[in-house]
């Protein structure tokens, strides 16, 4: 299951506090005139915050339809909330059925049945309101998360009067159609392109969410040069429409009356080119005076400002203007490209040149400072070229060409100077050349006596080496001779020698041949032993590949005994414990949930959902029943009495199918007029008109409710009408919430005592509702805890380094002691310095956790990762080394057994419900309430990391929290109860 991006993006609370602006606002009532004289009662659907709805109900009955609990909050008139593709109401319930800028949003999926719906329960008339001819491109976000492109407000298509006519095929033909709203800044798609390309901007709407990433936009940065690129276009749009080059953009909504089997067409459309006139002149005190500027203006006006000054907007700029009555002080006229005003530097004349600057979509605006009541002036305007318009908008500022002539007169001036320079550089040249000539004949005078005395020390040098050379060979002649001497002596010495050696010789070739015997001897054994080594190395393989053998058969008995080790070590903490066998008789159960997942939020009530798709899983027909608030935020008995026609006109007869669960989801009566005390008499109400269409449909055997108070109040006469057996599954927390007063008491315990059996999903939820409420049989009571997804929260192996990773997973509110927790880490981190924090969740104490983290100087290692999906908290458990839970009070605390199917130990306070979960030392720690004990448990299960193994604590987890024994315990319960009912029929 996916959640649809327009879910998510219509959610925002923020996007529906905003007052309607202007253009909104006309096209309202452009809407409301063409809402013909025989309708009497209107759907809005996709009515969003009511800027249509409540200006309709003082004249017709309305109701709202919108899927955004945000928006219908803001409605004065009665409203459902509800998918367009599914409207709970009947055929042909409505004269008309309105939609006010919806279409264009919903996805492709939905796109087709939505238009059907709408078809479906307009009796006569079909309004529509949706964006005519928009350039898409025009409102891109790209997004800063992920890089992807999408459009602001989720615009999912552009429509032509083509498209808009034929949406509802040959049953509803076209009576009338209207434009309205204010004009697109944009008709050409390539100017908007240029624009988007060379700025590069996207449309500034920090309220846009990405359908990729689910990511929100945010604040908006745009720098000077890029928005001044992007004037440009807009002027160049503005000024060829002026001069009627361009087409005229249209305006920006299209409005279509449609009626039921219409004979015939009776609409006309006007033509969408539209050049804008030229005005020979203005009186002052005639123009119409408006409070905002609107694009491309058919005529002249003023808009509202300062006392002071007269802010006059033309349809084009003029070229002149001559005074023809009144006068002023000072005149400007509004450069739109660069953002400012330029004087008109001849304003004292009667005959004004205006300044050649760029105007924009607004039109050419003037300001007049003090103008006189009677001022008026007559226009001169000059047609333009293309070349001049892209001129005017892309060029250079016009204020620039008085520089630009003084720029010139000062190049004039200093090309002078640089040939007069050059002159006086040339004379200096020719007298640096007679010096440089005389100064090279002395150079040459000195090099030629140089040469001549450098001759002179060769050839003294080479005297003297010839001298040497003489000398030492006179001495080498005198060693040679010495040599010689010595040599005869050694010549005698040597023959003497040779002699003896030759003597030597013959001896040892005697003792030679002997030697050879010997070694033909030793080469025969050495022959006889290497045959012997062979044969060993043979033997030695042999025993190599059984030593192989056996270290293979020793390795798989290792693997065997871990796996027999994990199921002995899993199935001792168990104790022994074990289901209760489910009966395979079929049964059927009808399960009372207000806490229910739906598309527009997928994890309330997550726990319902996954415990009765387990129990469908184990063969047993198990449906659910879910109430949706019916708002009525008013207090006129009129209005009041209305929507109560329409809250008993809705009437289901159908199942939806959440995920394969089929579901009932019904309204009740909620207001802001009525407190919680009525909640549980207006669900039961709402519950007990569809119960016995339910009946008939589903013969349920037995009633099973999730919390005492709605659901159980409900679920009790439910079960006293067709006498089944009722049980109710208490997750409340703290339980005193539904004791706090004596009413709330007094219906909790009207309900738990009617109940055939009470679950409580945790020891310490079983005493408190022990201590609490008086209960008639206290032998009904007993604990069955929540299950999780093994399926889902795998474990995966990690490689562990000398970080240790904690992670926390809540809401931030008083009641899970956030603080104490932040105090605890800071504690620790001092004697484990590689501790780490990840804190997942969001709620109203954020800001301050992230206050704490950074006065504690602790920034570099808590890490805030908001509001997680499920998917993400499979990662985060994956990731972390062991989950921590710092709560003074848990009525189960199902993050704990998250993370164990996830394989990894729990770190819990003494808070109630996991002490169920944390029950052996090989599953985590349990500790005290305080800061020191906290810490000292964050110091202990990071000191022995090694002595939690992954598959002992997931084999437990399953053991024990799995959906099947879970569900097995559950089916036991329900077979008890039917094979031995307490109610007689």
């Known amino acids: 299951m996916t959640e649809r991006s327009e879910i998510l993006y219509f959610s925002q609370h923020d996007l529906w506090n905003r007052n309607a602006v202007s253009e909104q606002l006309a096209v309202a009532d452009d809407l409301i005139a063409l809402i013909p004289e025989d309708v009497s009662n209107i759907l809005d659907a996709g009515c969003g915050n009511g800027t249509v709805t409540n200006k309709l109900f003082p004249r017709w009955d309305v109701t709202g339809c919108d899927i955004s609990e945000s928006a219908v909050r803001h409605l004065e008139a009665p409203a459902v909330i509800a998918d367009l593709c599914a409207i709970p109401f009947a055929d042909k319930h409505f004269d008309l059925t ?34 005519y001819r928009e350039l898409l491109e025009g409102a891109v976000i790209n997004c800063p998360a992920c890089g992807h492109h999408y459009h602001a407000h989720l615009h999912q298509r552009a429509y032509t009067v083509a498209d808009v006519v034929s949406l509802f095929g040959p049953e509803f033909t076209a009576i009338d159609i209207q434009f309205s709203g204010e004009r697109w800044t944009f008709a050409d798609p390539e100017l908007l392109k240029l624009a988007r390309q060379l700025s590069g901007l996207d449309y500034p709407f920090e309220d846009g969410v990405c359908p990729q990433c689910r990511a929100r936009r945010g604040a908006v940065e745009q720098s000077d040069q890029a928005r001044r690129v992007y004037r440009q276009f807009e002027s160049l749009q503005a000024m060829l429409v002026a001069q009627g080059l361009r087409e005229c953009p249209p305006r920006s909504e299209i409005l279509v009356l449609f009626k039921r089997n219409a004979q015939d067409k009776k609409y006309t459309i006007t033509p969408g080119f539209t050049r804008l006139g030229d005005e020979p002149g203005i009186r002052l005190a005639s123009v119409v005076e ?28 003029p070229s002149f203007l001559k005074l023809t009555s009144g006068n002023f002080e000072s005149l400007e006229i509004y450069d739109h490209v660069r953002a400012h005003y330029v004087p008109v530097t001849n304003a004292t004349h009667s005959v004004l040149e205006l300044p050649a600057v760029p105007f924009g979509p607004h039109g050419c605006i003037l300001r007049i400072l003090h103008p006189s009541a009677e001022l008026g002036f007559q226009l001169t305007s000059q047609c333009q070229d293309l070349l001049a318009i892209v001129n005017c908008c892309l060029g250079d500022d016009p204020v620039m060409d008085q520089i630009k002539g003084d720029s010139a007169r000062l190049s004039a001036l200093a090309e002078s100077l640089e040939t007069a320079r050059n002159e006086l550089e040339v004379r200096v040249q020719d007298k640096d050349k007679a010096f440089n000539d005389l100064l090279q004949s002395a150079i040459k005078t000195n090099e030629l006596a140089n040469r001549i005395e450098s001759k002179r020390a060769d050839i003294e040098a080479c005297f003297s080496q010839v001298s040497e050379v003489l000398t030492a060979k006179e001495r080498q002649i005198d060693e040679q001779c010495k040599t010689i001497e010595a040599l005869l002596g050694e010549q005698h010495r040597l ?16 003792s030679n041949e002997a030697f050879q015997l010997q070694y033909e001897s030793a080469a025969l054994k050495l022959e006889h032993l290497y045959a012997q080594a062979q044969h060993q190395e043979r033997a030695g393989f042999e025993l190599e590949e059984k030593k192989t053998r056996l270290l293979a058969r020793v390795q798989e008995l290792s693997v065997e005994n871990n796996e027999q080790h994990v199921l002995v070590e899993a199935l001792s903490i168990h104790l022994g414990t074990t289901g209760l066998a489910a009966s395979g008789k079929d049964r059927k159960v009808l399960v009372v949930s207000h806490m229910y997942p739906s598309q527009a939020n997928r994890v309330g009530g997550i726990f319902v959902h996954e415990q009765v798709k387990a129990l469908r899983a184990q063969g047993v027909d198990a449906r659910v029943v879910s109430g949706e608030p019916f708002w009525i935020n008013t207090l006129d008995p009129r209005r009041v009495k209305h929507a109560l026609s329409i809250y008993r006109a809705q009437n289901i007869r159908a199942w939806e199918h959440y995920d394969s669960v089929p579901v009932i989801r019904f309204p009740y009566l909620v207001s802001g007029a009525l407190p ?96 609490q409420i008086r209960l008639d049989s206290p032998a009904r009571l007993s604990v069955i805890a929540n299950l999780v997804n093994t399926e889902f929260f795998l474990p995966q192996t990690r490689q562990r380094d000398q970080l240790v990773n904690m992670l926390w997973v809540g809401h931030f509110v008083p009641v899970k002691r956030v603080p104490v927790l932040i105090n605890a880490f800071a504690r620790a981190l001092n004697d484990h310095p590689h501790l780490r924090l990840r804190l997942a969740g969001d709620g109203e104490g954020v800001d301050d956790a992230q206050q704490r983290v950074h006065a504690l100087g602790l920034a570099d ?64 720690l349990t500790v005290g309430l305080s800061v020191e004990e906290l810490a000292e448990g964050m110091l202990e299960m990071a000191s022995h990391r090694d002595r939690f193994d992954e598959r002992v604590i997931r084999a437990v987890t399953e053991l024990r929290f799995s959906a099947p024994r879970i569900a097995d315990r559950l089916i036991g319960l329900y077979s008890t109860l039917l094979d031995n009912p307490r109610h007689s029929a």
């Open 98 to 131: 309105l939609s006010s800028d919806v279409i264009e949003h919903l996805p492709d999926v939905i796109y087709s049945q939505a238009l059907k719906e709408i078809a479906r329960v307009s009796a006569r008339y079909i309004l529509l309101a949706v964006p």
């Open 290 to 317: 408006l409070a905002d500027p609107i694009n491309y203006p058919s005529c002249a006006y003023r808009i509202q400002s300062e006392p002071d000054y007269c802010l006059l907007v033309l349809t084009k700029r």
């Open 495 to 510: 023959t003497s020698e040779q002699v003896r050696l030759s003597n030597e010789n013959e001896s040892l070739r005697h």
């Open 676 to 771: 919680f005390q009525t909640h549980a008499a207006t669900y039961t109400h709402g519950m007990m008109r569809q119960a016995k269409w339910i009946r008939e449909d589903f013969p349920f055997e037995l009633v099973h409710s999730h919390t005492a108070y709605t659901d159980g109040t409900a679920g009790r006469w439910l079960a006293r009408k067709f006498k089944v057996p009722f049980v109710i599954t208490e997750h409340t927390g703290p339980f005193n919430l539904l004791t706090r007063t004596a009413y709330l008491k007094h219906m909790t315990q009207k309900a738990l005592n009617a109940a055939d059996a009470i679950v409580a999903v945790s020891s310490a939820l079983c005493r408190d509702i022990q201590n």
């Open 861 to 924: 290692v808590v890490e805030f990762v908001g509001a997680a999906s499920r998917e993400q908290l499979v990662r985060y458990y994956r990731e972390c080394d062991f989950l921590v839970i710092s709560s003074e009070s848990e009525t189960f605390g199902v993050v704990a057994i998250e993370a164990m199917s996830c394989g990894r130990p729990v770190l819990t306070s003494r808070c109630g419900g996991p002490e169920d979960v944390v029950t052996h030392p090989l599953l985590g």
